[in-house]
């Protein structure tokens, strides 16, 4: 099955307005709700392919942040100077590398928008959502600064409730949005997670 829908009409917005994906428009309307990315800000951006958020982000952080995109499927370059990508799988990445690399102590935001391969079998579906929000809740809780923000798409399933008041204990404010750029039919949703505890 493709990423696209042709007659989707976000996904003609993106092809016109240049962005990789109809997601790019998920993430607009995060920042346009919530203004969790700001000028200067160092960003990390799980399963980041094809790279339309990395294509929001560094717009939002201009010249003096900069961004950072994983994925286990290799990006095609962004030419913006504030942009890099490594390929890689975030649930065996070691993050402290990262910071080394960039010469940085830590993130002030990360976003996640990685949607596993869904096989229509609940339990095998249920494990494979839990592996990846385990994983990026590894990298948040090794990477992100106290006071940092965290942007996480998920899905209704059993675990919901319980990521959610797990993320309740990480964060100030944990709030469920669900963009009016999703698919209709789709159940996923991000949560928007704010001002992580010291």
């Known amino acids: 099955m493709g990423r696209f829908v042709p007659k989707d009409t976000f996904y003609k917005k993106a092809k016109l307005e240049g962005y990789r994906a109809r997601s790019a428009y998920k993430l607009k309307e995060i920042q346009d709700k919530y203004r969790i990315i700001k000028k200067g800000d160092k960003v990390l951006d799980l399963g980041c392919a094809p790279g339309s958020f990395i294509q929001i982000i560094a717009q939002e952080i201009g010249r003096d942040g900069l961004v950072v995109g994983i994925d286990i499927q290799p990006v095609t370059p962004i030419p913006d100077k504030n942009v890099s990508t490594i390929t890689g ?55 992100l600064r106290t006071g940092g923000h965290f942007i996480l798409k998920s899905f209704f399933s059993e675990s919901f409730s319980s990521k959610q008041k797990d993320l309740k204990n990480l964060f100030v404010r944990v709030s469920i949005f669900k963009p009016t750029s999703s698919r209709g039919m789709s159940s996923e949703i991000f949560f928007v997670c704010k001002e992580r505890m010291g």
């Open 89 to 143: 799988d975030i649930r065996d990445i070691d993050v402290s590398k990262i910071l080394q690399r960039f010469s940085i102590p830590h993130f002030d935001v990360i976003t996640c928008d990685i949607a596993p391969n869904l096989s229509g079998i609940r339990e095998a579906d249920e494990k494979n959502i839990d592996e990846l929000y385990d994983a990026s809740k590894h990298i948040v809780v090794n990477t």
